[in-house]
């Protein structure tokens, strides 16, 4: 049984992944912004395994601070990190591009990334043990048009966890980069600002992964023996070739 603290555990992925792990046995620490959310996860999990809320955003570095020193004692050892908060905001070339939007990218993407691994890392170094497992995505292989910032941020993920593993290595601490392709979830609600109509036609015509199953790689990745580490893991849907092209139906 292992001690995992999930970011964006309130939807999608995250969501898909803290209900699997906690179907498994571990002890789950979900964070998220909304506190009614996370309330309702919590009592929906807890008949599995004990279950912990911490709400905070992760781009707000005194409320990451504040919400992971006010863990308890029994808390505070944390096996297994993952890294899922992040965001999409906009589909605009850079010239046109909101500044507003970069901003809420880089700081969930990136910043916030980094805001809870510096709180979660120093533990795991004095253990000599842990698992951070960061969701990157397929646009950190490939730019597109109209996606550079979102694209940018995802690359950094990679080499954030690039170097993760060049320092922890060391220390017994595995690092796992995933980049997901195409996944329905509120993925593209969030990037087009409510639009649920544009959205949809992002999924259209084809088999999309769900969340599920980039929760299946997680638990895979975490559930490997101790000598074993899933560096890194891209996974597409059947129809996605590459991150700019999808073959419908």
Sequence with gaps: MKTILITGATSGIGKSTAELLARQGNR???CGRRSEVLDS???ELSQFTEIFSLKFDVRNLEE???AINSLPAEWKEIDV???NAGNAHGL?????GKTEDWDAMIDGNVKGLL???KMIVPGMKERNSGHIV???SVAARQTYANGVVYCATKKAVDVISEGMRLELTEFGIKITNIQPGAVETDFSVVRFKGDNERAATVYAGYEPLKAEDIADSIAYCINAPKHVCISDMTIYPAAQAEPRTIYRK
Excluded: G, H, R
């Excluded at 605009?92 to 046109?96: C, K, L, R």
């Design 28 to 30: 789950i620490i979900i």
């Design 41 to 43: 996860i919590k009592t």
């Design 64 to 66: 990451v601070e504040t």
């Design 81 to 83: 990190l993952i890294n």
């Design 92 to 96: 605009d070339p850079i010239s046109a």
């Design 115 to 117: 805001y809870v691994s």
């Design 134 to 136: 960061n969701i990157s």
